[in-house]
C-alpha cells in the first residue's frame, strides 16, 4: 500500500486576513485550536482558504507559516494546484523545500482540460516533487469532473497517493474505489458524506466544518475505522443540520463566519466571495446554538 497521508479529519483551514495580507496572528490561533481540537491533518490553501484571491507571496507565506506553527504535530497539506502546470510546479517546490509533509492538487479550473490533458498535467507535476500527492476533484467549482479510469491512469505514478472526492456522486467515488484499490486513497470532500465514504474503504474526510468542530469529524471517521459503525452513523446524522448551515452560502462564507462566531478575528472573505447575508448568519447562528457550540 501506498504512503498514507493521514487518516481521519484533515481540516481544510480558512486563512484569515487583514487589508493588507494574510493575518498571522489569528491564523496561529486556528492552527493551534485544531491541534488542541485532534485534528489528524491541516490543509491550507485550499479552496476554503480561498487561495484563489491569494498572492503567489501570500501563499508561500502561509505555508510556511503553518509548517512552522504546526511543527510536525500533524502532518500539513499544501493546496498547490492551479490551472496553469508551470505555476503549480513552482508553487509544489516552495511547499516542499519549507517542509510541508504532501501536496493537494486541484483541476485546472476556468481552461479545464481534456482526461488526457489531467494525466499528464498531474504526472508533469509528480515528476518534480518526492511529496505524495493528493488529486482534489471538484466538478462544482472547476467546471470538469476526474473520471475513475483517470484516476486509475494516475495511480500508477508513485507519488500520486491519494484523491479527495467531491463530486458528491457516490457511484463515481464506488467505481474509483472498485478500480484502485490500496493504490489510491480516497478521501471524502463533503462534510454530509463522510461515513458512506468510508464504508466503501474511505480513510477520512478534508472537511470544511473540521474548522469549528475537529474533535468530532475526528472521532466520527475513527469510530468507524475501529469497527463503532454505530457511534460513527450518529456523528454523521447529528453534524447534517450544521453541515448544512455550513453550505447555506457560498463556501467559505459561512465557515468564516462560525470562526468569528466562536471568538476568532477572521474578518470577511475576499471579493469576488462577499459578507454573509443577515438571514443566512440567522440559519448558521441557530444551526450552532443547537449544535451545542454557541449559548
Do not use: W
Not at 19 to 27: A, L, M, P, Y
Not at 68 to 86: I, L, M, Q, S, Y
Not at 131 to 160: D, F, H, Q, W
Not at 161 to 188: F, G, H, M, P, W
Amino acid at each position: 500500500m501506498k504512503k498514507l497521508v493521514f487518516k481521519g479529519c484533515g481540516t481544510a483551514i480558512i486563512t484569515p486576513f487583514t487589508e493588507t495580507g494574510v493575518n498571522f496572528e489569528e491564523f496561529g490561533k486556528l492552527l493551534e485550536f485544531q491541534i488542541k481540537g485532534n485534528v489528524d491533518a491541516i490543509i491550507v490553501c485550499g479552496t476554503t482558504g480561498e487561495a484563489s484571491t491569494m498572492t503567489d507571496e501570500e501563499k508561500k507565506q502561509a505555508i510556511k507559516f503553518a509548517v512552522e506553527v504546526v511543527n510536525k504535530r500533524v502532518p500539513v497539506v499544501a493546496g498547490t494546484g492551479g490551472n496553469c502546470t508551470r505555476s503549480s510546479i513552482e508553487l509544489s517546490k516552495y511547499a516542499e523545500s519549507v517542509g510541508v509533509d504532501a501536496l493537494m492538487l486541484v483541476t485546472p479550473y476556468y481552461n479545464k482540460t481534456t482526461q488526457a490533458g489531467l494525466v499528464t498535467h498531474f504526472e508533469t507535476i509528480a515528476k518534480e516533487t518526492t511529496l505524495p500527492i493528493i488529486l482534489y476533484n471538484v466538478p462544482s467549482r472547476t467546471g470538469m469532473n476526474m473520471a475513475p479510469a483517470t484516476c486509475l491512469a494516475l495511480s500508477k505514478t508513485e507519488n500520486i497517493v491519494a484523491v479527495k472526492e467531491a463530486s458528491s456522486d457516490i457511484s463515481q467515488i464506488a467505481e474509483i474505489a472498485s478500480l484502485c484499490r490500496e493504490n489510491l486513497t480516497i478521501y471524502s470532500g463533503n462534510d454530509d458524506q463522510i461515513v458512506p465514504l468510508l464504508s466503501l474503504g474511505g480513510k477520512g474526510v478534508i472537511s470544511v466544518i473540521g474548522n469549528i468542530i475537529p474533535n468530532d469529524v475526528h472521532t466520527m471517521v475513527h469510530s468507524f475505522l475501529e469497527g463503532d459503525i454505530q457511534k460513527a452513523t450518529k456523528l454523521q446524522l447529528d453534524t447534517i443540520n450544521l453541515s448544512s448551515a455550513i453550505f447555506c452560502e457560498v463556501n467559505p462564507i459561512p465557515v468564516k463566519e462560525a470562526c468569528n462566531m466562536l471568538g476568532f478575528n477572521c474578518g470577511t472573505p475576499r471579493l469576488p466571495l462577499v459578507e454573509m447575508t443577515a438571514a443566512g448568519k440567522e440559519k448558521l447562528k441557530q444551526a450552532m446554538t443547537d449544535y451545542g457550540l454557541l449559548g
